[in-house]
DNA sequence: AAGTGGTCTAGACCACTTA
DNA sequence: AAGTGGTCTAGACCACTTA
């Protein structure tokens, strides 16, 4: 007979809940209890659960033990390239051509609510994105004049600030709006569509750390053409 | 002086890798060596060093040692709602209208490659979400025959597909496309657009676990004011 | 008050990878 | 051949939560 080690203990549990034998609710036994069953130590049933409510599927609590989770309550995890990287990734010759550079108020909607009320100063960077000479995506970029020391003179005009973003601070959080739009005069010049044409819209904020005040905003802008394809 | 825990190893790592004093390609200690810096047991750095490995900052191989990963090659994930669920969670009345029943072919750009040559069975679903009265979101759904036992007795009209399929099997993956699209008749209709009006596609396929067989398809439309908002 | 999970320890064995 | 990380063990202490 095989070892059980944490992975087949897993694997075991997740089957029991997906077969519903242990259905959404289900006290699952103690720790002590699942470790005698596989005759093995607590810490190896420890890890196999703690792995288990990390993918949601169950709910831990001291005292009251560990919970099947109702799955559709679960929240989807869609892996996918950061913008930028999409294009050298793919094998594409990737360019950059930057278009203006202006301090402005960093744009409002998106202050972080625990800051001042004052407005945050910003750095403004618009540019376009070309795969193969082709446009391919309108970037406009606000970075945090507050939050982030890189603001004027670090920033050489041919290289994106997205990458420069990801290189700076490669661990970042933040969030991001998919939406749809209609182009504006100067997205559809750049983009090479007509005013008006919709859009795929990516606006991410950077934050630092979860939660964190604002280090930078950025406006993605994408031909119809374009998909964002990921895994979950 | 505090004791040494998981997290505090983590946390002083991670703030060695993003001050940059300890670069991309750094290789840091070993176990052992952080061990004995740290006071504690090398289970516990191997903890923080896993959970490092986990967010995509260190790169660990046996022998080699972990090093500190090129941060602009991370992968995005994006957590945000399931779909069907955004409306009853945001308090709003949720109805589902029934349309269209019928068995066709599953789908044949999606199918797995895996799969046998011949088409596979699919018994395709097409209604329409409401909240608060107002259409919300068009649902197109492929439910494979030859995976998912689910398929003709068990689907009443009133439920939508998306959710019957969510309580089925709530341990979901799959693979997932936003595009945009022009409002087909169809769609138009059902949505409250006019023909030719943008919108926001949601594309997914349900495997049985990563990259097995597909159990369903989804094609989620939504109008342009619809918006996808998650944090990473 | 009692039972649960969260974490740590000191040691062990081994698979894997490189030198 | 040697060093690394992956995993396990048997025990421990304790924070947290409920009954």
């Given at each position: 007979?095989k ?12 089957a029991?809940i ?13 720790e ?7 005759d ?6 420890n890890?196999?659960?703690t ?12 005292k ?7 799955g559709?309550?679960?929240i989807?995890?869609l ?9 050298t ?10 278009l203006?550079r202006e301090v ?5 909607a ?11 100063d ?6 376009v ?9 309108f970037?406009?970029?606000?970075i945090c ?6 603001s004027?003179g670090?920033m ?10 990801l290189?700076k601070?490669?661990?970042f959080h933040?969030?991001?709006t ?12 750049y983009?090479?569509v007509?005013?008006?044409?919709p859009?795929?819209?990516k ?13 930078a ?8 053409s374009?998909?964002i394809?990921g895994?979950f």
């Open positions: 007979m070892k059980n080690g944490y992975q087949d203990i897993k694997a075991h549990i997740a029991m997906r077969s519903k034998q242990w259905p959404p609710g289900f006290l699952l036994p103690s002590m209890d699942l470790a005698a069953q596989f093995c130590a607590r810490a190896t049933v890890r196999a659960l792995e288990l409510a990390d993918e949601q599927i169950i709910d831990r609590k001291r009251a033990g560990s919970r099947v989770r109702d559709s309550e679960r989807v995890n892996k996918f390239q950061f913008p930028c990287r999409e294009v990734s793919s094998g594409k010759a990737h360019k950059y051509v930057s203006k402005c108020a960093f744009p409002e998106l202050q972080h609510e625990g800051t001042s009320e004052r407005a945050l910003a750095l403004k960077l618009e540019g994105h070309y795969s193969n000479d082709q446009p391919f995506q970037e406009q970029t606000w004049r507050d939050t982030c020391a890189e004027e670090e050489p005009d041919h290289s994106a600030p997205c990458l420069r973003l290189q601070s490669p661990y933040g969030s991001m998919i939406s749809v739009a209609r182009a504006s005069q100067e997205e559809a010049r983009l090479g007509r005013t008006g044409d859009l795929l819209i606006d991410l904020v950077l934050t630092e750390g979860h939660g964190g005040p604002p280090v905003r950025m406006r993605m802008s994408y031909r119809a374009y998909t394809a895994t």
